[in-house]
């Protein structure tokens, strides 16, 4: 039976890498018991109202026998087509896949999901060319939650942490201490971080005790090179499931945000998890923990 | 299944970009060299690369025509499941003496129609390792698509529920012998069905005719520029590049299309020819049409 508190927008633009996705969403849609919107936004000028919506009833077209799916389309410009959209949504989760790779450089590409990730407070799925969750329909089993430091706040652990008993699955605490150079001590003017591992084991597990199910809980904690390290930590943990808060999300360079690169490189789906809390996600009670 | 006439080359081009950039880089550095710097031993004879491309030619004709029989076998299949549907639908509702009188209870044979409906999706979904049962319980209900869950091949379970049900039917003197030996063939045919796509997306081509092919072709492409560049000179690198393309295309496109079963642009139809057996099947029961016909979609039929 759907909840149908629960709403998964799976926004299109008809790409390889949406068809690729479908997989995952059907799973999503089956773990979270979702009602699904299947929305695209159309350009008038390149395309008639006729032909988008031929397109948008032939995609996904298995959808229709779905419990509750329906589907919208929106004429105009795309990033205010899904953000004005979205912003209706209470407590959506929006699936955006990434972009088709085009085998060229892209220096003045501006990420629609970076943007979205930055305009909406929303919780944001995204896959990347390389991920994907739906390859087995079995239930999903690992759901890891990534920590980089305090300020960046719980959110996305406490839903990450009703995700997982949601679907009753294992909650991966995950966390990459950097490596030992000399200027590590300047970074705690700006961040609590822990800066070895056993006060990064022991921050993470005041805030799994906090955790309900917190005999699920698992932590993994390393030193070293963030990027490679997390791909492994992920693949120890065999998580399906990654939580990232959106401060960690995003880089920001001086000409633009782009996301995270330690990312692109998981194996598992990624979730942007919103900064405001939820209606939904009430069940960790969590407050700020500081590590010791 | 792409059904458009012309191959964007926006499509093949992400397949082949690294190599060709990397060929093209070396192209341009060979001719440099021979041209500007005279480093004439660079240039080579085009009689070793002649017996190489003809080598190269065969193992890429022989792994493109083995590709293309799977994926053709793959879409007689999918044919076959079609007209097996259509049988048993027409079976399930002609042959079988039902009491009508209930009329709370959906009658037999259309519950057996729907379940020959959620067969072909759950076959669909199986083959693409797709989760089958927000759609399952769309067709058969909550609680039938709750049963499922047990199983780990949905489509043979379902297959087997439709066979105890024709069981039940039989021992309720439903239906003889004779018109159940009939139906039995035709639920063979759809497991024989099952088997034969299992067959093919378990079973990859072997991967000799994967590797070898691919390690030709790259032999080839470093070499075409040493062939090339006596005679070339600066525009070695047109030339190379144009014919690394065409080996490198060739071997892509077989790439893509052995596998077809992956829930690629190049895959067999199967939501669009799910969507037909469904339609159809619905207008049997004389059901109202409320779903879609599949169109193409960016000149790909998914």
């Known amino acids: 039976?759907?909840?149908?508190?629960?709403?998964?927008?799976?926004?299109?633009?008809?790409?390889?890498?949406?068809?690729?996705?479908?997989?995952?969403?059907?799973?999503?849609?089956?773990?979270?018991?979702?009602?699904?919107?299947?929305?695209?936004?159309?350009?008038?000028?390149?395309?008639?109202?006729?032909?988008?919506?031929?397109?948008?009833?032939?995609?996904?077209?298995?959808?229709?026998?779905?419990?509750?799916?329906?589907?919208?389309?929106?004429?105009?410009?795309?990033?205010?087509?899904?953000?004005?959209?979205?912003?209706?949504?209470?407590?959506a989760l929006l699936f955006l896949p990434a972009s088709d790779r085009i085998g060229l450089p892209r220096p003045f590409h501006r990420s629609l999901r970076t943007r979205i990730i930055r305009a909406l407070p929303a919780s944001m799925w995204t896959l990347n060319q390389t991920q994907k969750i739906g390859s087995s329909y079995g239930r999903v089993k690992h759901i890891a939650a990534w920590l980089t430091c305090p300020e960046e706040g719980l959110d996305h652990v406490r839903q990450a942490a009703a995700h997982a008993e949601m679907m009753d699955a294992t909650l991966h605490l995950l966390h990459v201490v950097p490596d030992v150079h000399e200027g590590m001590l300047g970074s705690t003017m700006f961040s609590a971080a822990p800066l070895g591992t056993e006060y990064a084991s022991t921050w993470l597990n005041k805030i799994a005790k906090q955790l309900p199910n917190h005999h699920n809980v698992k932590i993994h904690v390393t030193q070293g090179h963030r990027k490679r390290l997390l791909a492994k930590l992920l693949r120890q943990s065999q998580a399906e499931l990654l939580m990232v808060s959106r401060q960690s999300a995003l880089q920001h360079d001086f000409f633009r945000a782009a996301l995270n690169p330690t990312l692109e490189d998981c194996s598992s789906a990624l979730i942007c998890v919103a900064q405001e809390n939820s209606s939904l996600w009430t069940s960790a009670g969590l407050g700020s923990l500081q590590p010791a | 299944m792409m059904v458009s006439d012309q191959l964007s080359l926006k499509r093949l081009w992400p397949h082949a970009s690294k190599r060709l950039m990397l060929l093209l880089a070396f192209d341009c550095t060979i001719a440099v060299l021979y041209s500007v710097y005279d480093f004439k031993f660079l240039a080579l004879s085009g009689l070793p690369l002649a017996p190489l491309g003809s080598a190269i030619t065969i193992f890429l004709a022989f792994r493109t025509n083995a590709a293309y029989g799977r994926w053709w076998e793959a879409r007689q299949l999918w044919g076959n499941l079609v007209n097996t549907s259509r049988a048993l639908a027409r079976q399930f509702l002609t042959m079988l003496d039902e009491n009508f009188e209930d009329v709370e209870q959906i009658p037999l044979g259309r519950r057996l129609v729907l379940h020959q409906i959620a067969f072909v999706h759950a076959l669909r979904c199986h083959l693409r390792r797709q989760n089958p049962f927000p759609e399952l319980a769309g067709v058969l209900g909550a609680d039938d698509a709750e049963q499922l869950r047990a199983y780990g091949n949905v489509p043979a379970a379902i297959n087997l529920k439709i066979g105890r049900m024709l069981k039940q039917a039989r021992e309720e003197g439903m239906i003889d012998s004779f018109r159940w030996t009939a139906i039995d063939e035709n639920l063979t045919a759809l497991s024989n069905i099952q088997g034969a796509c299992e067959r093919i997306k378990n079973t990859p081509l072997p991967r000799q005719f994967d590797y070898l092919p691919r390690l030709l072709v790259n032999a080839f492409c470093w070499l075409v520029p040493f062939g090339l560049v006596g005679d070339l000179g600066l525009m070695t690198p047109v030339a190379s590049v144009l014919i690394s393309f065409t080996f490198i295309a060739a071997d892509v496109v077989s790439r893509e299309i052995e596998d077809p079963f992956e829930n690629t642009i190049h895959d067999t139809p199967m939501t669009s020819l799910s969507r037909m057996i469904e339609k159809n099947l619905r207008e049997q029961m004389e059901l109202p049409n409320t779903l879609r016909d599949v169109h193409p979609v960016e000149g790909f039929v998914y």
């Not at chain 1, 996705?21 to 695209?40: E, G, N, Y």
């Not at chain 1, 032909?51 to 995609?59: G, K, P, R, T």
């Not at chain 1, 087509?81 to 209706?88: A, K, Q, V, Y």
């Open chain 1, 1 to 91: 039976m759907t909840d149908s508190n629960r709403h998964l927008i799976f926004a299109t633009s008809f790409s390889d890498a949406c068809h690729a996705a479908i997989p995952s969403v059907a799973r999503i849609v089956d773990a979270l018991s979702a009602r699904l919107t299947i929305l695209h936004v159309y350009d008038p000028q390149k395309k008639t109202f006729r032909e988008a919506d031929s397109m948008l009833h032939s995609f996904f077209a298995e959808a229709d026998n779905y419990p509750h799916c329906e589907r919208q389309m929106i004429s105009g410009p795309v990033f205010e087509g899904i953000t004005e959209f979205c912003r209706h949504q209470k407590d």
